[in-house]
């Protein structure tokens, strides 16, 4: 378990572990973002990372604990082999395979997985069920627009 005290050591940590030079060249390599800035702030602690940024980093580093990256609890990786499949409750499995189905995404029911499986209701099942929702209302704008256009 690691204990780093703020976001911006939490980044650099993540940085070696993942085999860049630095915070900066995760920002702009790995990242892509077109500053550094946008991470660098975040070295004064009462500077706190957006959404944006705690999206961006989840998406890169799909094993990497949003506890651990948001609030410095855990351990830097998910282990995923702790995790269990979900066979002891009706009513989730079909809520997993629901947002799954609709989505047509194994990325949407490995996140699903992933909340059901850390039975968390903390920030980091908030911040993936904000992603989710995001990917569920923009799938939905998209079908909304195409039943639109087929019927005008």
């Not at 009462?46 to 990256?69: H, R, T």
Request: charged share 30%; proline share 2%; hydrophobic share 35%.
């Amino acid at each position: 378990m690691t204990k780093t005290t703020n976001f911006f050591d939490r980044l650099s940590e993540l940085s070696d572990l993942k085999g860049f030079k630095n915070v900066r060249s995760l920002a702009l390599d790995g990242l892509g973002y077109k500053s550094y800035e946008k991470l660098n702030r975040l070295k004064d602690s009462n500077n706190k990372p957006s959404i944006n940024i705690i999206e961006d980093i989840a998406n890169l580093f799909d094993d990497v604990s949003l506890d651990w990256l948001v609030l410095g609890k855990g351990n830097i990786i998910i282990d995923n082999q702790q995790q269990p499949t979900v066979t002891n409750s009706n009513t989730d499995s079909k809520l997993e395979d629901l947002f799954a189905d609709y989505l047509g995404s194994p990325k949407a029911k490995k996140v699903i997985n992933q909340l059901i499986a850390e039975h968390m209701i903390g920030i980091n099942s908030m911040i993936k069920l904000l992603v989710l929702k995001d990917e569920i209302t923009k799938e939905l704008d998209s079908v909304l627009d195409e039943n639109l256009k087929t019927h005008s």
